[in-house]
């Protein structure tokens, strides 16, 4: 109890150190204001003033019509005829004034002379009121501080802020998975139902996925399913923290969760603190800190403490196997990305708030984007309303969704960039070679549409039509996926007997498939069947000392023979590969039916 009370403490101190520093850059800005709306009445007052000997005149000339005065000020307000602002003039006496004016009276002179009795405020010497805007922040400043004394008593204001409003509604698809959810959601509403029976819940969930597959969505909806706080931190931003600082950033993450329990504590990219305690040095050194505090305060739980830790990655093979231990993140689920009717389910709730034209059909994108995340999908929507937009469209029709489908894959359409011929013929041929060997491929999709007009980073591109959704790929498929990668490094090598750079995504992919085929999925006759990924160096000694160096023979035949199948394929089929490569140079695209042309004979 006395303990939570410190914590108390520390973080009030905290908070308040934190105001003030965001009300003293407010009072900056405003005194800053403040002096710029001085001058600018000065100005305003120069015009208005009138030099008392001119007053003097203008009373003689009998051109005032009224005197304000107030009772010991020697500020006076004055109205001219003619002239609908009045002005202010000071007068150096204001006893003999009074005189001279009723004097002007007795003589025949039309003026009002108003006496007013004297009020505070007028009467403020001129550095108060310079420091005025000062005083009223400094008042507002201690006024907050006392609110926050309340607020704190009154123990609302910081729950209520970290709820989150997302439910499993929010979350399309991931039926399996928002089930396994229900039973952590019924936990935190109903934590003594489960202490009762002795029942032991999962402290911490690992979340596995690619980004932008709803991890973070998924556990906020948890938080907000159980109506709970969700408290967050990024992984990433222990990076560039100075050394000791993640650990005790770890540390308060779980003071404020003991403090808010029942809730969520959410780590997402947690492999930036979590990856491998491999050596011992720099940066590593000051991960295992953080690493080692996580860790701590996870075993640390209390069996009454009612808080789920939720922790996301997409890199599950760096996690360190300390995390994996019982009482840490032992449960782990993974999230795939949407199958078609996710795809769909997605596109709906992302479509809800918009404009869709009644000919969109939302079937047919879901169709159309196998592989694509549910961030990929909710992108794509809202690029369609910018496209749509831009277009003047009063909805948005099915060519704004191509648009923004090509654009969220490919990246924007840069029809204005400038490109030597060279490059052209280089990028004509490289996306000609990956199409016509695709199109010789029984497992590859079919082409549906090729081009060289630059998008992002790629100089051109060639897109496939997509495949229903697949669970299994063979080893037929995945060789012959293979071919199709390096087809466009072949055809340079053919055609121009130069290579670029131009292929080395290509080349990237195609290494991974490679890899993964003779290590993770037992793809290799030599090899066996095998799982050889995530292993321990002491592990891997188990398959013989050489077995990186057998492992990386394998991978290189299976590459080897992609590329010379490709060519070989391209040397059979030049005339098609030629016909395609120029085609392109002329008109820069080549749809899915004039690409089927070329092959009708
Ligand atoms: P991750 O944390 O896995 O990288 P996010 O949860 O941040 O992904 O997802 C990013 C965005 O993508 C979400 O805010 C949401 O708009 C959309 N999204 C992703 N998955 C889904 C889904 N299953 N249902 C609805 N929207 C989704
Ligand atoms: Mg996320
Ligand atoms: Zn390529």
Redesign the pocket.
């Known amino acids: 109890m006395k303990d939570s009370n410190k914590q108390k403490n520390k973080e009030k101190k905290n908070n308040k150190i934190l105001i003030g520093i965001l009300i003293l850059a407010v009072l900056l800005i405003l005194s800053t204001i403040g002096a710029i709306l001085l001058t600018k009445n000065k100005d305003e007052e120069d015009k208005n003033t009138l030099a008392y000997t001119d007053l003097i005149k203008e009373i003689s000339a009998g051109n005032i019509e009224k005197i304000e005065m107030t009772t010991g000020s020697t500020t006076v307000k004055v109205k001219v005829k003619n002239e609908e602002e009045e002005k202010t003039s000071i007068v150096p006496n204001t006893e003999s004034f009074i005189e001279l004016i009723q004097t002007k009276v007795a003589e025949g002179n039309e003026i009002e002379l108003i006496q007013k009795p004297r009020s505070i405020l007028v009467q403020i010497p001129t550095i108060l009121l310079n420091l005025l805007p000062t005083i009223i922040m400094l008042a507002l400043f201690i006024m907050l501080f006392k609110l926050q004394g309340i607020g704190e008593k009154g123990k609302v204001y910081d729950e209520t802020e970290r709820k989150t409003k997302v439910t499993f509604k ?5 039926e399996e998975e928002k089930a396994e959810m229900v039973e952590i959601v019924d936990f935190l509403k109903k934590p003594e139902k489960y202490t009762r029976m002795g029942a032991k819940i999962p402290r911490g969930v690992l ?1 596995y ?12 909806a948890i938080a907000g399913e159980a109506n709970v706080p969700f408290i967050s931190m990024s992984g990433s931003e222990f990076i560039e923290m100075f050394a000791g600082l993640g650990a005790s950033r770890v540390r308060k993450l779980f003071e404020k969760a003991r403090r808010l329990a029942p809730c969520i504590v959410f780590i ?1 990219e947690i492999d930036a603190i979590g990856s491998r305690r491999t050596s011992n040095s720099g940066a590593e050194s000051e991960n295992n800190q953080t690493l080692n505090q996580l860790l701590v305060e996870m075993d640390g739980f209390s069996s009454e403490e009612t808080i789920i830790v939720l922790a ?1 990655t ?1 890199r599950p093979e760096m996690l360190d196997k300390a995390l994996l231990r019982p009482g840490r993140f032992d449960r782990q689920i993974t ?1 795939p990305s ?1 199958d078609l009717k ?1 795809r769909l ?2 596109l709906k ?2 479509s809800k708030e918009k404009k869709l034209s009644s000919e969109v059909n939302l079937k047919s994108i879901a169709e159309d984007t196998a592989g694509f ?7 794509i929507l809202n690029e369609a309303a910018i496209i749509a937009t831009k277009n003047n469209h009063e909805e948005i029709e099915n060519d704004d969704i191509e648009e923004a489908v090509k654009k969220v894959t490919v990246g924007l359409e840069k029809k204005e960039r400038v490109i030597s011929d060279k490059d052209k013929r280089l990028t004509a041929y490289h996306e000609a070679g990956h199409a016509v060997v695709s199109r010789y491929l029984p497992t590859q999709s079919n082409v549906k549409e090729v081009s060289i007009i630059p998008r992002g980073v790629a100089g051109g591109y060639t897109m496939y039509k997509s495949d229903e959704d697949k669970y299994y790929i063979s080893k037929t498929e995945m060789k012959e996926k293979l071919i199709a990668l390096l087809g466009g490094r072949a055809a340079e090598k053919l055609v121009l007997d130069d290579i670029s750079t131009g292929a080395s995504n290509d080349i990237e992919v195609a290494t991974k498939i490679a890899r993964d085929m003779v290590t993770k999925y037992g793809m290799s006759d030599k090899l066996g069947p095998i799982d050889f990924q995530g292993k321990e160096p002491y592990e891997m000694q188990m398959f013989g000392e050489d077995i990186g160096d057998r492992i990386g023979l394998e991978v290189k035949s299976l590459i080897d023979e992609a590329y010379t199948k490709a060519q070989q394929m391209l040397i059979e089929h030049r005339d098609k590969l030629d016909l395609i490569a120029e085609t392109l140079l002329r008109q820069e695209k080549i749809n899915e039916q004039e690409f089927e042309q070329f092959f009708r004979d």
């Open positions: 929010d979350v399309a698809g991931l979340l996925g690619k980004p932008g597959t709803g991890k973070t969505l998924i556990a906020k997402d996301a997409n999230i949407p996710g389910d997605i709730i992302h995340t549910g961030a990929e999908l909710a992108n």
